[in-house]
T-cell receptor, first 114, second 116 residues
Framework: AQSVAQPEDQVNVAEGNPLTVKCTYSVSGNPYLFWYVQYPNRGLQFLLK??????LVKGSYGFEAEFNKSQTSFHLKKPSALVSDSALYFC????????????FGKGNQVVVIP | DAGVIQSPRHEVTEMGQEVTLRCKPISGHNSLFWYRQTMMRGLELLIYFNNNVPIDDSGMPEDRFSAKMPNASFSTLKIQPSEPRDSAVYFCASRPPNSGAGSPLHFGNGTRLTVT
């Protein structure tokens, strides 16, 4: 079954500095990879996805992520963090065939310090 | 578009009581998912429907949990009887038809359930 690991519980970064949230995955076949963001008392919001093609994908709010097949990683990045980026970030993976399950990581709390 | 609508936003109940959570998916979406979020276990898929039919309910924790989708615009998740360990935030999500496995989910704002 597919799974995702987000190794850090919390990521602290100063405003204006680069932000990276790490994600590694395990799946049979070529993965469908997603990043979602959750603000307090809200549902998850889709940020970006990788299905095929260019390994660097761009998404909402200036975020991007790089698919690395050899390292089975899909790290989320933003060149210059904003205080408003403080939220919970989830990585998710789905296998291209078989069941329709989307496996989520445990989430990373990002704190951007003014 | 109003998005996925869940009600109530908060529910506090006593152990042993029946709890019913409600979800209205985005109009036109034909896949609906129920998730549970806790600090300990993160996000867990409980069940999902396609065209109102339950496809995978292997995540439903116990027989105390049941879910229905009587029509394309409404679904319920029921817990009977409720227990304190059911306390969590329950999310509903939907997806449009023919969207493929690469299509993202649209989440509601969740129902925070507290069972005392």
């Amino acid at each position: 079954a597919q799974s995702v690991a987000q190794p850090e519980d919390q990521v602290n970064v100063a405003e204006g500095n680069p932000l990276t949230v790490k994600c590694t995955y395990s799946v049979s076949g070529n993965p469908y990879l997603f990043w979602y963001v959750q603000y307090p008392n809200r549902g998850l919001q889709f940020l970006l996805k990788y299905i095929t093609g260019d390994n660097l994908v761009k998404g909402s709010y200036g975020f991007e992520a790089e698919f690395n097949k050899s390292q089975t990683s899909f790290h989320l990045k933003k060149p210059s963090a904003l205080v408003s980026d403080s939220a919970l970030y989830f990585c998710a993976v789905r296998a291209p065939h078989g069941n329709n399950r989307l496996a989520f990581g445990k989430g990373n709390q990002v704190v951007v310090i003014p | 578009d109003a998005g996925v609508i869940q009600s109530p936003r908060h529910e506090v109940t006593e152990m042993g009581q029946e709890v019913t959570l409600r979800c209205k998916p985005i109009s036109g979406h034909n896949s609906l998912f129920w998730y549970r979020q806790t600090m300990m276990r993160g996000l867990e898929l409980l069940i999902y429907f396609n065209n109102n039919v339950p496809i995978d309910d292997s995540g439903m924790p116990e027989d105390r949990f049941s879910a229905k989708m009587p029509n394309a615009s409404f679904s319920t998740l029921k817990i009977q009887p409720s227990e304190p360990r059911d306390s969590a935030v329950y999310f509903c999500a939907s997806r449009p038809p023919n969207s493929g496995a690469g299509s993202p989910l649209h989440f509601g704002n969740g129902t925070r359930l507290t069972v005392t």
